[in-house]
């Protein structure tokens, strides 16, 4: 039966699936496009059996493995909606998630599966499994068990594939409704966009739970028959090992400023790839243009969101200017407009960015009025971010609106850490901000006012690592007398950002 994504999936399948390796793991096995299709069959035939209907969720935390995305081909396949989740994320965090998407099946790593199954069957959880790094667990074992022989469920292009939680730019987390199409479509987009095809080998590092693992990296190879070394973490030394092998790299700016560090990057040792790809997070032009002194090579950057997968790119043949993340891509429409008036703005000046495309989402999970807030009568889709379009048309980001903060490609809203900060005993109020970080592209760093007996730093962030997820949890916690404010009361964030600028050496 026709099934929007995998039918892409199907179209670009080797002559021979068996002799086509699909992914071949940091530890040497490979895994041919025979196997996708089998283990993904199985696993939409236990899904099945475990009473996942079309439309139904199947949340899932779990470590890096061939077998999440089996997983997540077979929900696909059994018409379900995927809904990955930070590895990083506290209980308390999954307690929300769970309880907003309302899954019919929870999967998470064996090690938390005690703490988690008590959160899953609070928020209502009918099915409980699990699944560890090394591909094993009991949705596994039901997979083992299951015939590999599946008619993939009818889902047309408008129906759910994914929701991802996002950060947005208010708020709680919000559930980004991804549908067949707006994943399908983008894949071929930058498929074409960036001339992959069957003969690409792309080193993948990056985590599976975030658009850009699991999208953009996978569901292109996807579309081209092409194979991925598929590393359980970014390692410098394992990646640069494999560029000897490999046609293409998908990375964050932090893969490229640790690889800038290691001594064996050289044009000898990067001459078979044609692409390094940047994303998640701004490049800084300083390491763009280390990066072409070192390999000869231009990083490809490029802006997408959670909502939106890719938007623009900068080209695969034409200046990869640093700095700019490129004009949009083939079907994708992008302006810029005053955020006061919604007035469209000419070249070069600043105001809020609008997209809109096939790869826009279909709005927010259960949030009706917010959806309707964030999309203009005219389809496009309201961003959060300010930039300008150049008379070349590439796109520039200058900021975000609502003092968004990304790092290391994760979205971190500040309110939810503020919260967290002020719960804390001796906390009398905080603020907190990103700074330029040249790891992190920003690090998440709180300032705080408290009583003289409030707890040291490291305490502190002691205490905040058990209620946050690793990455929004600040790099530093800086004490002062009090906040700067505006005549209205309101702390001046600005003002902040300016007087510790260089607290990370930016």
């Not at 199985?42 to 209907?53: M, P, Q, R, S």
């Not at 703490?115 to 039901?142: C, M, N």
């Not at 292009?157 to 479509?185: C, E, F, Q, V």
């Not at 590393?231 to 893969?255: C, S």
Request: glycine share 10%.
């Amino acid at each position: 039966m026709p099934n929007h994504l995998f039918d892409l999936v199907r179209a670009h399948l080797p002559v021979d699936p068996s002799a086509k390796t699909f992914i071949e793991t940091g530890d040497g096995i490979h895994l041919s496009y025979a196997d996708l299709l089998a283990r993904s069959g199985a696993y939409a035939t236990a899904l099945v059996v475990l009473g996942v209907k079309p439309g139904d969720r199947v949340a899932v935390q779990a470590e890096k493995s061939p077998d999440f995305i089996f997983l997540y081909l077979g929900a696909v396949r059994a018409g379900a909606v995927f809904l990955p989740l930070n590895t990083a994320y506290t209980a308390t965090e999954i307690d929300y998630f769970l309880s907003d998407a309302d899954p019919v099946l929870f999967v998470c790593d064996p090690a938390k599966a005690e703490a988690l199954a008590a959160v899953a069957r609070k928020a209502g959880v009918a099915e409980i499994r699990t699944l560890g790094a090394d591909g094993r667990g009991s949705i596994a074992e039901a997979a083992d068990a299951a015939q590999t022989d599946f008619s993939d469920v009818t889902r047309g292009p408008d129906d759910l594939a994914a929701i991802l939680y996002t950060s947005g730019t208010t708020g709680r987390s919000k559930g980004a409704m991804l549908s067949h199409d707006n994943l399908a479509s983008n894949a071929l987009t930058l498929k074409e966009s960036w001339r992959f095809t069957a003969d690409d080998v792309l080193i993948h590092a990056l985590p599976v739970f975030h658009t850009h693992g699991l999208f953009v990296a996978t569901n292109v190879v996807l579309a081209t028959g092409g194979t991925l070394l598929f590393l359980a973490k970014f390692d410098p030394g394992r990646a640069l090992a494999l560029m000897a092998r490999a046609t293409a790299m998908m990375g964050v700016p932090t893969f490229y400023t640790r690889l800038l560090k290691e001594p064996g990057l050289t044009r000898e040792a990067t001459a078979a790839i044609r692409l390094f790809v940047s994303g998640s997070a701004p490049l800084l032009a300083e390491t763009h243009r280390d990066w072409q002194a070192r390999t000869g090579h231009a990083i490809l950057e490029r802006y997408g969101m959670t909502e939106t997968n890719m938007n623009t790119s900068n080209p695969y043949a034409g200046a990869r200017v640093a700095g700019t993340v490129g004009p949009a891509l083939p079907g994708v429409a992008v302006r810029v407009v005053d955020p006061e008036t919604g007035r469209v703005l000419a070249a070069d000046a600043v105001g809020m960015i609008e997209v809109k495309g096939p790869n826009v989402f279909k709005g927010y999970w259960r949030m009706p009025e917010k959806t309707a807030a964030e999309f203009k009568a005219d389809g496009f889709f309201i961003t959060g971010d300010l930039g300008k379009i150049d008379p070349q048309g590439y796109v520039h980001i200058v900021g975000r609106g609502k003092d968004l903060i990304i790092t290391g490609g994760y979205n971190v809203y500040p309110k939810e850490i503020e919260n967290e900060i002020d719960a804390l005993p001796g906390v009398v109020e905080s603020a907190v901000i990103g700074l330029a970080h040249a790891d992190f592209g920003e690090g998440v760093t709180a300032v705080v006012v408290a009583r003289p007996d409030v707890a040291p730093e490291a305490e502190m962030l002691r205490a905040l690592e058990a209620r946050l997820a690793r990455y929004k949890c600040p790099k530093r916690v800086l004490f002062v007398d009090e906040l700067p404010r505006n005549a209205m009361g309101k702390v001046q964030k600005n003002v902040l950002r300016d007087t510790y600028a260089r607290l990370y050496g930016g």
